[in-house]
Structures are given as C-alpha cells and as structure tokens.
C-alpha cells in the first residue's frame, strides 16, 4: 500500500532560524495536504498542493508539491515560539477509486526555542 | 467558523466492552472520516464514509468496527469488544469533496483497561 514517508522526525530550532521539513511518498500523488497539530489539540488543515512543481506561501510558511509528484516540503522562515507543534504531510494517491484517504506521514515535531 | 464535534472527549472502559464514539460532521460536508492516533504517533486511517456507505477502510478496521450514519446529521463509530491496543486518540473527519482538505474534531480519547 501508499507509505508516506517525513524527515526528520524532530527539529529544534531557536528562535528566528528557518526549518523544513521533507516527505517523500512511494506512489504518484494526485494531491498532498500539510497539516499542524499543537501539542494537545487536533490536525489543523494547512494547504493542498495539485500541480506538478507547485509552490505556494502563506505568510512564512512556503510548500512545494515535487516534479514528480512523489515529494513535498513545507519551509518556515525565522521560526517563532507560535510555530511549535508537528507538521504532518497527507497525500491522496493518483488513480484508483480513493474516496478521498489521506495516507499521513509520520510528522516532524518542530521545537522553537525562545 | 464551522467545527467537527466529537463527544465524549475522553472515555475510560474496560477491556472486552464496547464504545461508540460519536461526531457530528459540518453541516454541508459530503466525506466522512474516522482516523486514530496513538500517543505520539502518525495519524492512521480507519475508514472513509461517502453517500451512506463505507467507501474505503484500512486494515485496522475489521469486524469489531463499524460506522453509521443514523440520522442525517450524527456520524459514530463503534468497537465491539475493545482491546488494551484500541487505547488512542480517535479523529472524526469531514471534507466538501475529494479535492478538498478536511476539518477534523477535537478527538476522543479512548483508554482501554
């Protein structure tokens, strides 16, 4: 089946420093979708991205949606103590009859030291 | 702004009972979903529910599990007899359509003893 796979799994970052993290799915994705998720609290829907090579912002937050559609980061820019929590990537296989499963990756918990 | 309501938001049992765990969906959403995460873990997929019907499960999800829509508006999942390995958060989820992200609840978290 679909395996989606995140690097790193923890990042600790001070305060003001950039991070990213990578997911790398083992199918062609139709779309990918990034979610946040604070300590305690629920996935909170972030973006999606559908085209080949896609990239777009919000704010500091910039995604990219790989050539090949099997990959997908997520960068943050001078990290603030709000951005603490794991990001996860959720991608939706191409093809078949998929009533809209995301697959989850495994999150990186990114620490933001003050 | 619409939220996905999960009830109750924590749920003690013991072992071999069974649970129903209940969601109410946004209103206009079409997808339903039910995902599980344990403690510190990625979020797995449980079953996805379209047009009244389970439209995809996981392998989690076998003969102890099941999904109704009873009403038009509640969405429930059920565990028969529940196991020590059941014991996580349990996510409802709800999306417009496939091309869409969802919106899940605040979770259930379900302690089996």
């Known amino acids: 089946g679909q395996q989606v796979m995140q690097i790193p799994q923890y990042q600790h970052v001070q305060e003001g420093e950039d991070f990213t993290t990578y997911c790398n799915s083992s199918?062609?994705?139709?779309?990918i979708q990034w979610y946040k998720q604070r300590p305690g609290g629920h996935p909170v829907f972030l973006i999606q991205l559908v085209k080949s090579g896609e990239v777009k912002k919000q704010k500091r937050l910039t995604f990219q949606f790989g050539e090949a559609k099997k990959n997908s980061s997520l960068h943050i820019t001078a990290t603030q103590t709000t951005d603490v929590g794991t990001y996860f990537c959720?991608?939706?296989?191409?093809?078949?009859?998929?009533?809209?499963?995301?697959?989850f990756g495994q999150g990186t918990i990114l620490t933001v030291h003050p | 702004e619409p939220e996905v309501t999960q009830t109750p938001s924590h749920q003690v049992t013991q072992m071999g009972q069974e649970v129903i765990l209940r969601c109410v969906p946004i209103?206009?959403?079409?997808?339903f979903y039910w995902y599980r995460q344990i403690l510190g873990q990625k979020v797995e997929f449980l079953v996805s529910f379209y047009n009244n019907e389970i439209s995809e499960k996981s392998e989690i999800f076998d003969d102890q599990f099941s999904v109704e829509r009873p009403d038009g508006s509640n969405f429930t999942l059920k565990i028969r007899s529940t196991k020590l390995e059941d014991s996580a958060m349990y996510f409802c989820?709800?999306?417009?359509?496939?091309?869409?992200?969802?919106?899940f609840g605040s979770g259930t978290r379900l302690t089996v003893v």
């Open positions: 209103s206009n959403h079409l997808y």
């Open positions: 199918t062609t994705l139709s779309n």
């Open positions: 989820a709800s999306s417009e359509g496939t091309g869409f992200g969802y919106t």
């Open positions: 959720a991608g939706r296989g191409a093809g078949g009859t998929s009533y809209g499963k995301l697959t």
